[in-house]
């Protein structure tokens, strides 16, 4: 006797979707697997690349336009990205100081470079001076994001305006940066992002309410820049974020330090180079100084409380600028 149609149909589909279960679980299992050996790997390089870093790509002939290149750490990276043979073009909303920087770029025997008067906050200025510079010194290739205000006091003495400036200046600009210089890097499949943000962008300090807003902004943006290139197998365009704790250009008005040999205030230059190699070594966070990155990720595994525990035995904090 025959098995019904009906039956026979039943069997058959209830056969197929085991067969498509199984190699459901089959793919989740060898996805899982490979998984685990990349994570494995990537420990392994991370570990390697600790003790030998990664070899440092030129950037002779590179475009690098650096945002507040007139003072501090811009331009101390304005001249140093010059001396290693890149094009340099500096902007600042300081005519003066800017000038100062690529007179001193001028007087080396490094390639030319050139400064437009820029506020960064400003959309349409942006736009404007980065056709100008499309014009007449070509694409940029390097892009580095570091012109910041920080106006450094408890929130409710925070007035309106220097909330606004605060955002425009630390996150804003790097949108309306974006904006004009990686579609032509996206067209080229060739470019870097160097975002300058900060210790208080990993962790909220003292005075800083909106300051650290602004930097944990720009982590925010880089890191999502970065997911959605990585959707491009054949991407080449890097990304590097920066997050100096403090440095002596004047921006940090009244530091306090308790271990001032664990965490020294470092100099323009010196973090200027930590920045440089970073972005040579294509390294996506680094922190100046380099172990307190790790530290803050670190104390992220513990409840929140601890990270305050930690601060307040660490004792490095900003004084408010209002004394
Ligand atoms: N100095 C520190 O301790 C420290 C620590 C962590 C992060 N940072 C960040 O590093 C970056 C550089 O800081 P710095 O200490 O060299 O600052 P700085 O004040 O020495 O220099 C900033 C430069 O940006 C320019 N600038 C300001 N507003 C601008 C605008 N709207 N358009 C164009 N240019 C503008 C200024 O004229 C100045 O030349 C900032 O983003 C800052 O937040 C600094």
């Known amino acids: 006797m025959g098995v019904d149609p009906l039956v026979q149909q039943i069997i058959e589909s209830q056969h197929e979707s085991a067969a498509s279960q199984m190699k459901f679980v089959l793919q989740v299992i060898g996805d899982f697997i490979v998984f685990i050996l990349h994570v494995l790997w990537l420990t392994c390089l991370g570990t390697f690349r600790m ?15 650096v945002t507040g290149a007139g003072h501090g750490m811009g331009r101390e990276l304005a001249l140093q990205y010059a001396s290693h043979g890149a094009t340099v073009v500096g902007w600042d909303i300081n005519p ?62 925070q007035t309106t305006e220097e909330i606004e400036r605060t955002m425009n200046i630390n996150i804003m600009a790097h949108f309306w940066t974006l904006q004009a210089f990686l579609p032509d890097m996206l067209k080229n499949n060739h470019g870097h992002i160097v975002a300058v943000s900060s210790v208080a962008g990993y962790a909220g300090q003292l005075n800083l309410v909106p300051y650290s807003a602004s930097k944990f902004a720009v982590r925010g943006a880089m890191e999502a820049l970065q997911v959605e290139l990585r959707t491009n197998p054949n991407n080449k365009i890097r990304l590097t974020t920066i997050y100096p704790y403090m440095v002596n250009t004047g921006l940090c008005k009244q530091p306090v330090i308790r271990f001032k040999s664990l965490l020294p205030i470092v100099t323009p230059e010196s973090a200027a180079k930590h920045i440089i190699d970073a972005q040579r070594r294509d390294v996506i966070d680094t922190s100046i100084p380099g172990f307190l990155l790790g530290l803050g990720c670190f104390v992220r595994i513990f409840p929140s409380k601890v990270l305050y525990l930690l601060m307040d035995f660490v004792g490095s904090y900003l004084e408010t600028d209002k004394n």
């Open 96 to 157: 003066i100081t800017l000038d100062g920087t690529i007179t001193d770029i001028a007087k080396m025997n490094y390639p030319k470079a050139y400064a437009y008067t820029c506020n960064v906050a400003n959309r349409a200025e942006v736009m404007e001076t980065a056709a100008k510079v499309q014009k007449e010194v070509g694409s940029v290739t390097i892009l580095l994001n570091n012109a910041g205000i920080m106006p450094c006091h408890r929130f409710l003495e």
């Open 51 to 65: 003790f030998s870093p990664a070899p440092k790509k030129s950037v002779k002939g590179e475009i690098v336009l």
